[in-house]
Protein backbone atom coordinates (compact mmCIF):
# COMPACT_ATOMS: atom_id res chain seq x y z
CA UNK A 1 0.00 0.00 0.00
CA UNK A 2 1.60 3.15 -1.31
CA UNK A 3 -0.70 5.29 1.08
CA UNK A 4 1.50 8.67 1.12
CA UNK A 5 2.72 8.19 -2.37
CA UNK A 6 0.34 9.93 -4.28
CA UNK A 7 -0.56 12.36 -1.94
CA UNK A 8 1.86 15.78 -1.68
CA UNK A 9 4.09 16.43 1.17
CA UNK A 10 1.73 18.61 2.63
CA UNK A 11 -0.85 16.06 3.07
CA UNK A 12 1.89 13.50 4.06
CA UNK A 13 3.06 15.70 6.87
CA UNK A 14 -0.33 16.34 8.33
CA UNK A 15 -0.55 12.24 8.37
CA UNK A 16 2.27 11.58 9.52
CA UNK A 17 2.59 13.99 12.60
CA UNK A 18 -1.64 13.26 13.58
CA UNK A 19 -0.22 9.24 12.84
CA UNK A 20 3.03 10.04 15.26
CA UNK A 21 0.80 11.92 17.55
CA UNK A 22 -1.60 9.45 18.28
CA UNK A 23 1.33 6.89 18.65
CA UNK A 24 3.99 8.21 20.63
CA UNK A 25 2.08 8.59 24.02
CA UNK A 26 2.30 4.69 23.92
CA UNK A 27 6.10 4.02 23.73
CA UNK A 28 6.93 1.06 25.03
CA UNK A 29 9.58 -0.93 25.86
CA UNK A 30 11.67 -3.82 23.89
CA UNK A 31 9.01 -5.53 22.20
CA UNK A 32 9.43 -10.03 22.41
CA UNK A 33 11.30 -11.12 19.24
CA UNK A 34 8.42 -12.71 17.90
CA UNK A 35 8.46 -13.46 14.27
CA UNK A 36 7.11 -10.50 12.84
CA UNK A 37 3.50 -9.96 11.02
CA UNK A 38 2.15 -7.43 8.74
CA UNK A 39 0.53 -4.82 11.16
CA UNK A 40 0.52 -2.21 8.89
CA UNK A 41 2.32 -0.34 11.43
CA UNK A 42 6.49 0.56 11.73
CA UNK A 43 8.46 0.03 15.22
CA UNK A 44 11.74 1.02 15.70
CA UNK A 45 13.87 -0.06 18.77
CA UNK A 46 16.83 1.83 19.70
CA UNK A 47 19.77 -0.38 20.23
CA UNK A 48 22.20 1.81 21.04
CA UNK A 49 24.99 4.38 19.40
CA UNK A 50 23.56 3.70 15.44
CA UNK A 51 21.76 0.70 16.07
CA UNK A 52 18.21 0.60 15.31
CA UNK A 53 15.62 -2.69 14.41
CA UNK A 54 12.75 -1.49 12.40
CA UNK A 55 9.79 -3.65 11.80
CA UNK A 56 8.06 -2.57 8.85
CA UNK A 57 4.15 -1.97 8.31
CA UNK A 58 4.77 -5.28 5.95
CA UNK A 59 6.03 -7.26 8.55
CA UNK A 60 9.51 -7.29 7.90
CA UNK A 61 12.53 -6.84 10.13
CA UNK A 62 15.16 -4.89 9.28
CA UNK A 63 18.39 -4.37 11.70
CA UNK A 64 21.11 -0.90 10.76
CA UNK A 65 24.70 -1.15 12.19
CA UNK A 66 23.91 -4.13 14.70
CA UNK A 67 26.66 -3.18 17.74
CA UNK A 68 24.96 -5.01 19.95
CA UNK A 69 27.45 -7.59 22.25
CA UNK A 70 30.47 -5.27 21.92
CA UNK A 71 28.11 -2.11 22.57
CA UNK A 72 28.04 -0.51 26.55
CA UNK A 73 24.43 0.06 26.53
CA UNK A 74 22.92 -2.51 24.38
CA UNK A 75 19.87 -3.41 26.33
CA UNK A 76 19.10 -6.87 27.72
CA UNK A 77 18.92 -9.47 25.90
CA UNK A 78 20.30 -8.13 22.93
CA UNK A 79 23.57 -7.50 24.29
CA UNK A 80 24.18 -11.53 24.93
CA UNK A 81 22.10 -12.83 22.44
CA UNK A 82 21.62 -11.75 19.23
CA UNK A 83 19.18 -13.77 18.37
CA UNK A 84 16.75 -12.15 19.99
CA UNK A 85 16.36 -9.90 17.72
CA UNK A 86 14.45 -12.23 15.88
CA UNK A 87 14.19 -13.46 12.05
CA UNK A 88 16.43 -10.42 10.31
CA UNK A 89 15.53 -9.67 6.78
CA UNK A 90 17.80 -7.03 5.83
CA UNK A 91 20.94 -5.90 6.96
CA UNK A 92 22.21 -2.53 6.41
CA UNK A 93 25.63 -1.48 7.38
CA UNK A 94 27.10 2.16 6.89
CA UNK A 95 30.51 1.44 7.24
CA UNK A 96 33.00 -0.36 8.93
CA UNK A 97 33.84 1.32 12.44
CA UNK A 98 33.02 -1.41 14.89
CA UNK A 99 30.67 0.62 16.45
CA UNK A 100 28.79 0.26 13.32
CA UNK A 101 29.70 -3.30 11.86
CA UNK A 102 29.46 -4.72 14.88
CA UNK A 103 27.47 -8.02 14.96
CA UNK A 104 26.44 -7.65 11.26
CA UNK A 105 28.36 -10.64 9.70
CA UNK A 106 27.58 -12.84 12.64
CA UNK A 107 23.19 -11.91 12.33
CA UNK A 108 24.27 -12.37 8.21
CA UNK A 109 25.35 -15.46 8.42
CA UNK A 110 22.91 -16.46 11.67
CA UNK A 111 19.60 -15.55 9.35
CA UNK A 112 21.46 -16.49 6.28
CA UNK A 113 20.52 -13.18 4.78
CA UNK A 114 22.80 -10.56 2.85
CA UNK A 115 24.44 -8.02 4.32
CA UNK A 116 24.16 -4.64 2.37
CA UNK A 117 27.24 -1.93 2.64
CA UNK A 118 29.66 0.38 0.96
CA UNK A 119 31.11 -1.92 -1.85
CA UNK A 120 34.58 -1.64 -0.80
CA UNK A 121 34.08 -2.16 2.80
CA UNK A 122 31.89 -5.52 2.15
CA UNK A 123 34.61 -6.99 -0.10
CA UNK A 124 37.55 -6.78 2.24
CA UNK A 125 35.11 -8.92 4.71
CA UNK A 126 34.54 -11.74 1.95
CA UNK A 127 38.74 -11.45 0.94
CA UNK A 128 39.47 -11.88 4.90
CA UNK A 129 36.99 -14.76 4.94
CA UNK A 130 34.53 -13.04 7.57
CA UNK A 131 31.56 -12.55 5.34
CA UNK A 132 30.51 -15.61 2.91
CA UNK A 133 30.64 -14.30 -1.23
CA UNK A 134 26.97 -14.70 -1.40
CA UNK A 135 25.94 -12.93 1.67
CA UNK A 136 27.23 -9.57 0.70
CA UNK A 137 25.64 -6.99 -1.39
CA UNK A 138 27.59 -4.74 -2.55
CA UNK A 139 26.68 -0.58 -3.52
CA UNK A 140 27.93 2.70 -3.22
CA UNK A 141 27.73 6.28 -1.97
CA UNK A 142 24.94 6.22 -4.65
CA UNK A 143 21.94 3.42 -6.22
CA UNK A 144 18.92 1.79 -5.06
CA UNK A 145 18.31 -1.57 -4.04
CA UNK A 146 14.62 -3.32 -3.75
CA UNK A 147 15.99 -6.28 -1.59
CA UNK A 148 12.09 -6.84 -0.22
CA UNK A 149 8.94 -6.38 -1.41
CA UNK A 150 7.76 -2.81 -1.67
CA UNK A 151 11.33 -1.90 0.49
CA UNK A 152 13.72 0.12 -1.42
CA UNK A 153 16.98 1.35 0.00
CA UNK A 154 19.13 4.43 -1.24
CA UNK A 155 22.51 4.89 -0.24
CA UNK A 156 23.48 8.58 0.29
CA UNK A 157 26.41 10.47 1.32
CA UNK A 158 27.98 10.96 4.42
CA UNK A 159 30.75 13.14 5.48
CA UNK A 160 33.06 10.58 7.15
CA UNK A 161 35.72 7.75 7.00
CA UNK A 162 35.49 3.83 7.14
CA UNK A 163 38.69 1.61 8.52
CA UNK A 164 38.04 -2.19 8.63
CA UNK A 165 39.89 -3.19 11.77
CA UNK A 166 40.18 -7.19 11.95
CA UNK A 167 42.24 -9.42 14.32
CA UNK A 168 43.94 -11.85 12.10
CA UNK A 169 43.24 -15.76 13.72
CA UNK A 170 47.26 -16.77 12.31
CA UNK A 171 48.79 -13.65 14.47
CA UNK A 172 46.40 -13.04 17.12
CA UNK A 173 47.01 -9.33 15.94
CA UNK A 174 44.96 -6.96 14.86
CA UNK A 175 44.94 -5.47 11.38
CA UNK A 176 43.72 -2.16 9.65
CA UNK A 177 42.03 -2.56 6.42
CA UNK A 178 40.83 -0.15 3.95
CA UNK A 179 37.05 -0.31 3.66
CA UNK A 180 35.73 2.28 1.73
CA UNK A 181 33.26 5.34 2.08
CA UNK A 182 31.34 6.24 4.95
CA UNK A 183 26.92 6.19 3.61
CA UNK A 184 23.81 7.01 5.17
CA UNK A 185 20.63 4.92 3.78
CA UNK A 186 17.02 6.78 2.87
CA UNK A 187 15.00 3.32 4.05
CA UNK A 188 11.63 3.87 2.38
CA UNK A 189 8.76 1.21 3.37
CA UNK A 190 5.48 -0.57 2.09
CA UNK A 191 3.39 2.66 2.89
CA UNK A 192 5.95 5.08 1.49
CA UNK A 193 7.43 6.48 4.63
CA UNK A 194 10.27 7.58 4.70
CA UNK A 195 13.81 6.97 7.54
CA UNK A 196 17.35 8.11 6.81
CA UNK A 197 19.79 6.81 8.48
CA UNK A 198 22.37 9.08 8.34
CA UNK A 199 25.26 6.69 9.79
CA UNK A 200 27.94 8.43 11.21
CA UNK A 201 28.47 12.12 9.44
CA UNK A 202 29.60 15.12 9.93
CA UNK A 203 27.44 18.66 8.63
CA UNK A 204 27.62 18.88 4.88
CA UNK A 205 26.05 21.35 2.23
CA UNK A 206 24.16 18.31 0.31
CA UNK A 207 21.80 17.22 3.14
CA UNK A 208 19.57 19.95 1.50
CA UNK A 209 20.06 18.06 -1.55
CA UNK A 210 19.30 14.51 -0.01
CA UNK A 211 16.12 16.05 1.47
CA UNK A 212 15.06 17.54 -1.48
CA UNK A 213 15.76 14.59 -3.70
CA UNK A 214 14.53 12.03 -1.04
CA UNK A 215 12.24 13.94 1.25
CA UNK A 216 12.83 12.00 4.13
CA UNK A 217 9.85 12.01 6.85
CA UNK A 218 11.99 10.90 9.56
CA UNK A 219 15.62 11.15 10.52
CA UNK A 220 18.12 9.64 12.66
CA UNK A 221 20.91 11.88 13.31
CA UNK A 222 23.90 11.78 15.02
CA UNK A 223 24.60 14.21 18.00
CA UNK A 224 26.99 13.30 19.67
CA UNK A 225 30.20 15.61 18.24
CA UNK A 226 33.38 14.73 17.65
CA UNK A 227 33.71 11.97 14.85
CA UNK A 228 30.10 13.16 14.22
CA UNK A 229 28.00 16.04 14.10
CA UNK A 230 26.90 17.74 17.49
CA UNK A 231 23.98 19.24 18.91
CA UNK A 232 24.52 22.59 17.49
CA UNK A 233 25.40 21.57 14.19
CA UNK A 234 22.36 18.60 13.77
CA UNK A 235 19.93 21.47 14.73
CA UNK A 236 21.20 23.62 12.37
CA UNK A 237 20.56 20.87 9.50
CA UNK A 238 17.11 19.71 11.01
CA UNK A 239 16.05 22.96 11.20
CA UNK A 240 17.00 24.71 8.27
CA UNK A 241 17.83 22.25 5.82
CA UNK A 242 15.75 18.96 6.13
CA UNK A 243 12.95 20.21 8.66
CA UNK A 244 11.32 16.37 8.19
CA UNK A 245 8.67 15.37 10.72
CA UNK A 246 10.41 13.59 13.31
CA UNK A 247 14.04 13.52 14.10
CA UNK A 248 15.65 10.86 16.29
CA UNK A 249 19.11 12.16 17.87
CA UNK A 250 21.39 9.07 18.09
CA UNK A 251 25.32 8.37 18.38
CA UNK A 252 25.33 10.03 22.22
CA UNK A 253 25.72 8.59 25.51
CA UNK A 254 27.94 5.59 24.66
CA UNK A 255 31.82 7.40 24.57
CA UNK A 256 33.21 9.76 26.30
CA UNK A 257 34.37 11.04 22.68
CA UNK A 258 31.37 11.91 21.75
CA UNK A 259 29.75 14.21 24.63
CA UNK A 260 26.87 15.64 23.05
CA UNK A 261 23.88 15.28 24.87
CA UNK A 262 20.32 15.01 24.55
CA UNK A 263 19.20 18.18 26.60
CA UNK A 264 21.88 19.85 24.40
CA UNK A 265 19.66 18.93 21.03
CA UNK A 266 16.43 19.55 22.22
CA UNK A 267 17.77 23.20 23.19
CA UNK A 268 19.14 23.65 19.97
CA UNK A 269 16.05 22.61 18.42
CA UNK A 270 13.50 24.71 20.89
CA UNK A 271 10.91 26.55 18.67
CA UNK A 272 11.30 24.30 15.63
CA UNK A 273 7.96 22.70 13.90
CA UNK A 274 10.41 19.41 13.69
CA UNK A 275 9.26 17.07 16.48
CA UNK A 276 11.99 15.63 18.36
CA UNK A 277 11.78 12.04 19.63
CA UNK A 278 13.94 11.46 22.83
CA UNK A 279 14.46 7.60 23.08
CA UNK A 280 16.69 5.60 25.50
CA UNK A 281 18.32 2.46 24.59
CA UNK A 282 16.31 -0.35 24.45
CA UNK A 283 12.81 1.93 23.88
CA UNK A 284 10.98 1.40 20.92
CA UNK A 285 8.30 3.82 18.98
CA UNK A 286 5.68 3.11 17.14
CA UNK A 287 3.99 4.75 13.77
ZN1 LIG B 1 32.34 5.86 12.39
Avoid at 13 to 42: D, E, I, R, V
Avoid at 159 to 187: C, D, F, M, Q, R
Wanted: net charge neutral.
Amino acid sequence: MKRLQPRSFAACLLAGLLAFGAHHTSAQTAAAPAASAATGKTELLWLGQASFRIKTPGGKTIVVDPWLTGGPKTPAPYKTDISALGKVDLLLVTHAHVDHIGDAPDLAKMHNTKLYGPADMVTPLITLGVLPADLGHRFNKTGSVKPLPGIKVTAVQAEHSSLLVWKNPATNKNESHPAGEAVGYIIELENGFKIWHMGDTGLFGDMKFITERYKPDLVLMPIGGNFTMAPDDAAFAARNWIQPKMVIPMHYNSNPLTPGTLAEFQDAMKGSSVKVVPMTEGQSVEF
